[in-house]
């Protein structure tokens, strides 16, 4: 059998968990952004001999997290760190239910590939309408199962 966990990175240069971002803020935009570039991370597998990451998603507060497998030969429990509990044990059904929502994410290939395709079509044409209609809602289609993956994994 295999284990199922959710969890956070660690940094690098000290081995704690990240569970928190650095925020600035625009006073142009008005706006703050999140910056995660500041600190070296590193998937917990040192810790979790065997680990296998799965699936990459942002918690609400825009911080990487990470669904693995274990092999059961990797012994894992809960772990509270900072408030908050940066690895979750998950049975099949909870890691499956958001994996499978994050794999019918179309790709961003897709999206790319049709602006490129739209590039090329005569501004104000009916087909250049239709491809940017495409794009947007795939783009929507992309937001949604997203969010959906997110709430799923937060609902555990």
């Not at 295999?2 to 000290?14: E, G, R």
């Not at 809960?78 to 908050?84: I, R």
Request: with cysteine.
């Amino acid at each position: 059998m295999t284990q199922y966990i959710k969890h956070y990175y660690k940094k690098t240069i000290d081995d704690t968990w990240i569970t928190s971002i650095k925020k600035t803020y625009n006073s142009d935009t008005n706006q703050w952004s999140s910056d995660t570039s500041y600190v070296e991370k590193r998937y917990p597998e040192k810790e979790y001999p065997g680990l296998g990451v799965k699936v990459w998603i942002q918690d609400p507060e825009g911080i990487d997290i990470c669904l693995s497998d274990l092999p059961d030969s990797t012994s894992v429990e809960n772990v509270l760190y900072d408030g908050k509990e940066v690895v979750q044990i998950l049975n099949e059904d909870q890691f499956n239910s958001v994996k499978n929502l994050m794999n019918e994410i179309p790709s961003e290939i897709i999206v790319t590939e049709l602006e490129a395709q739209a590039l090329e079509l005569e501004e104000g044409s009916d087909e250049k309408s239709a491809k940017l209609q495409e794009i947007e809602s795939i783009e929507n289609e992309r937001r949604d199962k997203y969010a959906e993956a997110r709430r799923t994994l937060e609902s555990f």
